[in-house]
Nanobody, 115 residues
Framework: RFVESGGGLVQPGGSLTVSCVSS????????MGWYRQVPWQRRELVAE???????KYPDSVQGRFTISRDDAERTLRLQMNDLKPEDTAVYYC???????????WGQGTQVTVSS
């Protein structure tokens, strides 16, 4: 299970960092991801990080978002810069392999980009 935090209201062009903490003992061995979802749309993977710190991003956030992990603290972070209104969503973290199991998702944290 994951507990996300750090969301809020930010102006376009601003920055925000969201975090999540895992209660699982195997956090360090999984590929981890940050996802986002807006109402009536599918959840979208916006950043992924492997145990060796290799990262992947879709074109929509490449160069603006940075994912990081602290395995000792079982913490995943997403630093978001140059935020745009279309980044507005509820942000969630999860292990990539667990994404298909509804029971593994936390409550998420709301990020709103608006002037």
């Amino acid at each position: 299970r994951f507990v996300e935090s750090g969301g809020g209201l930010v102006q376009p062009g601003g920055s925000l960092t969201v975090s999540c903490v895992s209660s699982g003992d195997l956090f360090s061995v999984f590929d981890m991801g940050w996802y986002r979802q807006v109402p009536w749309q599918r959840r979208e993977l916006v950043a992924e990080i492997a145990p060796d710190r290799t990262t992947k991003y879709p074109d929509s956030v490449q160069g603006r978002f940075t994912i990081s992990r602290d395995d000792a603290e079982r913490t995943l972070r997403l630093q978001m810069n140059d935020l745009k209104p279309e980044d507005t969503a509820v942000y969630y973290c999860n292990a990539i392999l667990a994404a298909g199991d509804p029971a593994t998702w936390g409550q998420g944290t709301q990020v709103t980009v608006s002037s």
